[in-house]
């Protein structure tokens, strides 16, 4: 089993930046992919940013809303997967939740088998 918690939320002005984190503990496989998704309120969730397992090459994407703000990466020596978010708008504002699994999917927000955390809020004022 995997437990995911979620850190780093908090309210910023439109313009700011926040680094969110996920520390993972238990069996972590080389083979797992990790990612980030979020859900705003009244929306359903969606993806935000990928990083692929390390046997895969480790390449990273993401969701065109995000594309040249957010920066996903981990730290494999503790776990831990990160989310920069810079430049960040109003309509970031959401849910932010940790993911990690071997078919994470952030267009289709699919993680079939795979575990979640437990979300930490990020709310962006005008």
């Known amino acids: 089993n995997l437990h995911l918690v979620e850190s780093g939320g908090g309210s910023v002005q439109a313009g700011g930046s926040l680094r969110l984190s996920c520390a993972a503990s238990g069996v972590v496989y080389d083979t797992y992919q990790m990612g980030w998704f979020r859900q705003a309120p009244g929306k359903e969730r969606e993806g935000a940013a990928l990083i692929d397992s390390d046997v895969s090459g480790g390449s990273t994407s993401y969701v065109d809303s995000v594309k040249g703000r957010f920066t996903i990466s981990k730290d494999n020596t503790d776990h831990t997967l990160y989310l920069q978010m810079n430049g960040l708008k109003p309509e970031d504002t959401a849910i932010y939740y940790c993911?990690?699994?071997?078919?994470?999917?952030?267009?289709?927000?699919?993680?079939?088998?795979?575990?979640w955390g437990q979300g930490t809020q990020v709310t962006v004022s005008s």
């Open positions: 993911a990690v699994g071997h078919a994470l999917d952030i267009v289709a927000v699919a993680n079939p088998y795979g575990y």
